[in-house]
């Protein structure tokens, strides 16, 4: 997934929001349940990968 970390937030915030709604369509829970995963799945990864860069970053300046 290409979506920016802000935008895959954004939307997840979004269908939680929905989902959380006493309007919630019933038809669509499992479209919005798989699209969520998907979302938190790549913003995991993001901040996973984040984290390896950060600490390599850190780690070259205590050898420098």
């Known amino acids: 997934m290409d979506l920016p970390y802000e935008k895959a ?3 997840l915030e979004a269908i939680l929001k929905d989902m959380q ?3 919630c369509d019933i ?3 499992a479209s919005m349940t798989k699209r969520a ?3 938190i799945a790549a ?4 901040l996973t990968a984040t984290e390896a ?3 390599q ?3 070259s300046l205590e050898e420098a």
Do not use: N, V
């Not at 913003?43 to 993001?46: F, G, I």
């Open 9 to 11: 937030l954004a939307e």
């Open 27 to 29: 038809d669509k829970l």
């Open 53 to 55: 860069e950060l600490r």
């Open 43 to 46: 913003c995991r990864s993001k």
């Open 21 to 23: 709604s006493d309007q």
């Open 37 to 39: 995963t998907e979302l």
């Open 57 to 59: 970053i850190l780690s």
